[in-house]
């Protein structure tokens, strides 16, 4: 079975970092991308950035631009999101989703999901 | 950027019943990249529906959609209880991918 499997919550105060791990499992993780995507509290889906399994190449969001970092350890089958200078609007539940290898994680829809994971910037 | 407009914002429904959901797109959007979700309080999303009209693995056949351009339609045949959830349409053909605002289907 396909799965992936978030690190557990986060709380950080305004200005801190975070990294959020998503652990893939049941299928060959250098033949899809990794998205990522956030849903601040009763809010609807934001996509935030996109990382190839097989390349590493990534495409991020363009208010996200130079704080948002994706990366993969092809060893472990793991994609990671770190998020620098935190702000409380950055309080949001953080998805990792399957996506496209290629073409900027384009052309493909988000087939599995991880479970979430809740980050809360707070002072 | 591609902006998705979902209605309505809230379908109140009975069990059994039909619920028509639409996504309008800012500008045209190949079939091929909508993509319809589903959302459970507490639970991540699920993908229902690609290419705009092919369901995905397991998702029963009373899920259904339709549409090209820039109107797509989630059609769900009879409401069974496990249905009431919030839905959102998507496109990843272009960069960014976006997201609709969602439309949530309460029971009535």
């Known amino acids: 079975q396909v799965h992936l499997v978030q690190s557990g919550a986060e709380v950080k105060k305004p200005g801190a970092s975070v990294k959020v791990s998503c652990k893939s499992s049941g299928y060959t993780f250098t033949s899809y991308g990794i998205n990522w995507v956030r849903q601040a509290p009763g809010q609807g889906l934001e996509w935030m950035g996109w990382i190839s399994g097989y390349s590493g190449k990534t495409n991020y969001l363009q208010k996200l631009q130079g704080r948002a970092t994706l990366t993969t350890d092809t060893s472990t089958s793991t994609a990671y999101m770190e998020l620098r200078s935190l702000r409380s609007d950055d309080t949001a539940l953080y998805y990792c989703?399957?996506?496209?290898?290629?073409?900027?994680?384009?052309?493909?829809?988000?087939?599995?999901w991880g479970q979430g994971t809740t980050v809360t910037v707070s002072s | 950027e591609i902006v998705l407009t979902q209605s309505p914002g809230t379908l109140s429904l009975s069990p059994g019943e039909r619920a028509t959901l639409s996504c309008r797109a800012s500008?045209?959007?190949?079939?091929?990249?909508l993509a319809w979700y589903q959302q459970k309080p507490g639970q991540a999303p699920r993908l229902l529906i690609y290419g705009a009209s092919s369901r995905a693995t397991g998702i029963p056949d009373r899920f259904s959609g339709s549409g090209s351009g820039t109107d797509f339609t989630l059609t769900i045949s009879r409401l069974e209880p496990e249905d009431f959830a919030v839905f959102y349409c998507q496109q990843h053909g272009s960069s960014p991918q976006t997201f609709g605002q969602g439309t949530k289907v309460e029971i009535k």
């Open positions: 989703a399957r996506g496209s290898p290629t073409a900027e994680g384009l052309y493909y829809a988000m087939d599995v």
């Open positions: 500008q045209s959007v190949s079939s091929t990249y």
